[in-house]
């Protein structure tokens, strides 16, 4: 059993390389060569090393003319600069290449984020695969760089483990044998550490999320007066130390494994070393090899050895990204939206208000044992206003999510005029319902851009839907007006709007789409009794001629 689940875990990160090694080559095959090139340049690097000083010691042992050791010495020494120059060049050609496909993969994420169906977003683990992978891709150094240089460095040690067990073959098999066996043992304790490291390394991502959220909050000037007020610092410090804590378990167990890595590739270096000098000792001593012979032995059994710790270490590494890379394909997977290809999009004649009727729908979240809406049956006629009214937990979010199409219904069908709501592509029927929810959407832009984001706005239109939201004196002592940036703490120079105005701009927002269907979740929740009257009065006269949900819980 064992071997079959090990057997299948080789399949997939061999998968996982091919994968994402073609899927690098067909977004850059610069990138990919780059690296590739790589390979005979620091064998090169390498070889010129090591023969270097046995030249030099044979044509000095030889009594060779100066202006022939010179000449040797320009030759090797002038091909070792030109090899480490380039290998310089690439290193550096890498780097930028590196930043674009960095680049390139956060943007082809983000973009799959923001065109999923909202009920992968609404997902309890969502948020944090999104962060964890984000900071792979953008802040963790890159993982498809370090796959990169990871293949790399397999291919450069497989390829100078070949050379270099031909040229050694003729000193000794056995001395071979023992820097094999060494770096075998080397293997199988970093694969046994990168295993264990691989399967708890989702117990800490959360730890390290939660750490990153309280350090950035809690300095914060949102949080600063209930800090105070309510003398949360204790006890925000017993927070934070604790998870701490918990994550300097994880720290401290991952440095014992970096610590029996290390003992382990010491004690081994120390029996192969000793073997080796010890056997170069006895040849030239019993005069089966010459002292220049010793010198560039010495060399090339260095080099095969670091050829062989740097194939362990990159086998390694490999084993690692292929992890991030099925981690990556597996949450791209989740993203992708609905297939609609047999689907139609909504058309509304200009002026039209569509009847909706939910016929005998019933919802059950994903994962739970208990329908949150069962068998419900009601019209919504053109232009009729509907108010729900109910505790929490009573079902009226998600009555709300089902009419606007984030979720379809697990029994039941929803009509609209009419037809099934299925025969319509999602955009579709999104385009025509403007909504105001309890928690705000807005991004860290301009005040146009947040109430128009498709663009072309227009602003005469624009102002009247501020003043039909009681923000037009706020907006007009705003010194940039519709160009003032919203996003306090992220953005210089942005404007400070309380909860009750970041409401008023939500419907603002609402209004200057027009869609014949609006729907309001408590959209008085955070304003005061006058402008939650003004409000209402202005929400009465631009309803008349929309269907209108209204959520209360009072």
């Given amino acids: 059993m064992e071997k079959e689940k090990s057997a299948k875990n080789k399949g997939r990160a061999v998968r996982a390389y091919v994968f994402w090694l073609r899927t690098l080559y067909r977004e850059s095959p610069a990138f990919v060569w780059l690296y590739l090139a790589e390979i005979p340049v620091t064998v090169g690097i390498f070889l010129a090393g090591a023969y270097l000083p046995s030249v030099l010691t044979a044509d000095i042992t030889a009594g060779e003319p100066v202006g022939r050791i010179v000449l040797n010495l320009a030759v090797l020494g002038g091909l070792l600069v030109f090899l480490q120059a380039l290998r310089v060049w690439l290193h550096r050609t890498q780097e930028i290449r590196d930043d ?15 065109n999923t169906e909202y009920k992968n977003v609404e997902k309890g683990d969502f948020q944090n695969r999104f962060m964890e992978l984000t900071r792979l891709h953008l802040w963790n150094g890159n993982f498809s760089s370090k796959f990169m240089q990871a293949l790399q460095t397999a291919g450069t040690a497989a390829a100078g483990l070949l050379l270099y067990t031909g040229m050694l073959s003729g000193l000794s098999l056995w001395l071979l044998a023992v820097i094999l066996v060494c770096t075998a043992a080397n293997y199988f304790v970093a694969i046994r550490c990168n295993r264990w490291e691989s399967e708890n390394r989702h117990k800490w991502w959360p730890l390290d999320l939660k750490m990153q959220y309280l350090s950035r909050n809690l300095g914060s000037y949102e949080v600063a007066k209930d800090v105070h007020l309510y003398h949360m610092a204790p006890w925000l410090k017993k927070l934070y130390d604790r998870t701490l804590k918990e994550r300097l378990h994880f720290t401290f167990r991952m440095q014992a494994n970096y610590y029996v890595m290390a003992l382990a590739w010491g004690f081994t270096g120390l029996i192969w070393q000793g073997a080796a000098y010890g056997y170069l000792i006895w040849a030239v001593c019993a005069e089966r090899i010459l002292p220049s012979e010793f010198v560039l032995y010495i060399g090339l059994l260095l080099g095969f050895t670091q050829w ?7 086998v390694q590494s490999l084993h690692e990204q292929a992890l991030y890379v099925e981690e990556h394909q597996s949450f791209m997977d989740k993203l992708k939206p609905e297939e609609e290809g047999d689907k139609e999009p909504l058309l509304l004649k200009k002026g039209h208000i569509p009847e909706i009727c939910f016929r005998n729908v019933t919802f059950q979240y994903p994962g739970t044992d208990k329908p949150v809406i069962k068998n419900l049956n009601l019209t919504l006629k053109p232009g009729e206003n509907l108010a729900l009214v109910g505790l929490n937990g009573a079902g009226k979010t998600t009555f709300i999510k089902l009419l606007c199409g984030f979720y379809d219904p697990t029994q039941g069908e929803i009509l609209i005029d009419g037809i099934s709501r299925s025969r319509y592509t999602r955009e579709s029927w999104m385009r025509c319902i403007s909504g105001v929810f309890q928690d705000m959407g807005f991004f860290p832009v301009s005040l146009r851009d947040n109430l128009a984001p498709e663009g072309g706005a227009d602003a005469g239109r624009m102002e009247e839907c ?20 919203f996003g306090v703490g992220i953005q210089e120079g942005a404007a400070e709007f309380s909860g009750g105005e970041g409401q008023r701009l939500m419907l603002a927002r609402a209004f200057y789409k027009d869609a014949p269907l609006l729907v309001l979740d408590e959209p008085t929740a955070a304003l005061d009794p006058l402008a939650e009257s003004r409000l209402y009065e202005r929400y009465r006269q631009f309803s008349e001629n929309k269907t209108t949900v209204f959520i209360s819980h009072r």
């Fill in 308 to 314: 062989c710790s740097a194939i362990t270490r990159s």
């Fill in 100 to 114: 674009e496909i960095r680049l390139r993969h956060v943007s082809q994420m983000v973009k799959e984020v923001l």
């Fill in 466 to 485: 501020l003043k039909m939201a009681d923000l037009a004196e706020k907006t007009a002592s705003l010194p940039a007006g519709l160009e003032t940036l």
